[in-house]
């Protein structure tokens, strides 16, 4: 299996635990004998989180080893392979990540229990200003927002985007170090840096720079100092090939103008179509409905209008792999 689809697979598995997870916290909502629909409910959790744990620990592990493989094996035709074992480091950050992801989902399927039940006695404020005042309220609410995680700098993600980001960087760190033993193996020390036209302002300075990957080198930055500058960073699709004194072309690649801006306005209007269906599947709010009329139109005005956008519609729909 490629990276990309044992991807897609942790991300699908990730998408129907939510899916089960928000339809969980309804039903036990709408049955009266509290207590007793809070034990089934944290039962019901657990074992969904746990098959999600099952299903995706080996995969990710796969994912990291595919792509270390994969590096290693497009870092020069006629380079020596090395033996295909990404780092542990990058394994076992990437289970802690996911890890964490797990808690947040049981923990808040429980707060969401609660503060509906609360809801129901008196009107609950969640954050500054959002005041609900029923149940109805709630689960509408956590429908909108759908499960969250709060990474270690305090940004808020839509969980399941940060399990995207999270396992695509991993892979992308493997792929990317796979290619550096696999040339280092080789004598190559000196390395082009090479960014896509969709780059983004961080990565743009570095497009065809020479860098050296051991730092020894005494004309060129290190790899290092390179990534301290923001090259690399969490969601980067830049990688690095060998680089031969007077034969290597290094002209950098022509940014499009604007398209990363339009990149990211298109997956905002994703992650809002998504939040529009849950709205829709918990509900069956009518508004919602519309309004993801409305939003699916935008998408495909925004994906008509920009030379190289290319609209996912996969990535618009809940329980579904991005």
Known sequence: MTVTK???????????????????????????????????????????????????????????????????????????????????????????????????????TEDAFRTAVAAEVSPVLLGAETRLGSAADVLAYLAERGFTFRDRSGREWELASYVEMATRTATMNAFREGRAASLLANGYDLVVIRSGPSRCPLCDPYN?????????????????????????????????????????????????????????????????????????????????????KVVTEQIKALVEDTEGLTRKPHREQIGVPR
């Open 6 to 108: 044992l991807i897609q697979a942790i991300l699908e598995a990730y998408s129907r635990a939510e899916a089960k997870l928000l339809a969980a916290v309804a039903d036990a909502v709408e049955r009266k004998d509290r207590e007793r629909q809070l034990a089934e409910l944290r039962r019901q959790a657990q074992q969904i989180v746990e098959q999600l744990r099952a299903g995706t620990v080996d995969q990710a592990l796969k994912a990291l080893i595919a792509a270390f493989e994969e590096g290693a094996t497009k870092a020069k035709a006629d380079t020596v392979l090395v033996n295909p074992t990404p780092n542990a480091f990058l394994a076992a950050e990437l289970f802690n990540l996911l890890g964490e992801t797990r808690f947040a989902l049981l923990r808040q």
């Open 208 to 292: 065809g720079k020479i860098v050296s990957l051991t730092g020894k080198h005494p004309k060129y930055p290190s790899l290092e100092r390179a990534k301290t500058d923001g090259v690399f960073h969490p969601n980067c699709r830049c990688s690095f090939s060998a680089y031969i004194e007077g034969l290597t072309e290094t002209e950098p690649v022509e940014r499009v103008p604007n398209y990363y801006a339009e990149e990211q306005e298109l997956r905002r209007l994703e992650r809002e179509a998504r939040s529009l269906r849950r709205i829709v599947a918990v509900t069956g709010d009518e508004a919602a409905k519309d309004q993801l």
